[in-house]
DNA sequence: CTGCATCCCATTCGATACTG
DNA sequence: CAGTATCGAATGGGATGCAG
């Protein structure tokens, strides 16, 4: 009964399920495509144009895990053209709150960060 | 002037030097070093024991990564056997929290996530 | 013990073309 | 509009061997 020993469900064991799933929300586009959904239901264009350089293929494949993982609820309305809502969960929600904190600080603390980085490198040389 | 213009800094923008930033932190083996990080220092090896399934070669660049970013200190104490210390930086320890509170929160809710998952995969077939 | 260098495979990712 | 299919490129990631 190490205090250190891996439990199951915790995520710092190798087979533990939460790893799959935590790491869906915190992908590359996952992470902004929670962020873009806390401003509310988006169109799957919508999506495309809020987050950046993400491609169809990835934006498709991240709503699908997403959705997946009950993080996400897709809402197809039967008109002609197609139009797809997508929008937050509860857990959803949550999730995303947590991601905004982060990226959030990213973007605040850059220019330690960019700091950091530098003296980093000139270090190296 | 559109509100949901792409700002220069901002992590929406696909030139914004926040992402990559932000990827490693949240990158596979980045949250789980952070979250490892936040129970003290740690060697080499105790993180590799710890964050369970990680190569010496992915945790090594990714402590680089983190190093580079501000996150992470990097103590070489000067003995043989090599002895390395690892630590976060106040920044780091900021990000830190925040990603735990991210894998915290998956596995609270893992159950419903898995049952997420299984109507999903119901609804499918 | 701590890591770097190398090799190599699997997966991911992006661009493009196409469909309902 | 909202995707899927396909293909080549790039990257992630593991295994091994070696060095300080």
Same mark, same amino acid.
């Given at each position: 009964m190490a205090a250190t020993a891996p439990r199951p469900g915790n995520v710092f064991d190798r087979n533990c399920p939460s790893r799959p799933?935590?790491?869906h929300a915190t992908s590359r586009w996952g992470v902004l495509v929670l962020g873009a959904l806390l401003g509310g239901t988006r169109r799957f264009t919508e999506l495309r =144009? #809020? @987050?950046d350089g993400v491609s169809e293929k990835m934006l498709s494949s991240t709503l699908q895990s997403l959705e997946r993982d009950g993080m996400v609820? =897709? #809402? @197809?309305l039967p008109?002609?053209?197609p139009h797809v809502?997508?929008?937050?969960t509860d857990l959803g929600r949550r999730?995303?709150?947590?991601v905004r904190r982060?990226?959030?600080?990213v973007e605040e603390t850059l220019p330690d960060v960019l700091a950091a980085q530098d003296a980093?490198?000139?270090r190296r040389r």
């Amino acid at each position: 009964m190490a205090a250190t020993a891996p439990r199951p469900g915790n995520v710092f064991d190798r087979n533990c399920p939460s790893r799959p799933v935590l790491e869906h929300a915190t992908s590359r586009w996952g992470v902004l495509v929670l962020g873009a959904l806390l401003g509310g239901t988006r169109r799957f264009t919508e999506l495309r =144009r #809020e @987050v950046d350089g993400v491609s169809e293929k990835m934006l498709s494949s991240t709503l699908q895990s997403l959705e997946r993982d009950g993080m996400v609820e =897709r #809402e @197809v309305l039967p008109v002609i053209p197609p139009h797809v809502n997508y929008r937050l969960t509860d857990l959803g929600r949550r999730m995303a709150r947590h991601v905004r904190r982060l990226y959030q600080l990213v973007e605040e603390t850059l220019p330690d960060v960019l700091a950091a980085q530098d003296a980093y490198d000139r270090r190296r040389r």
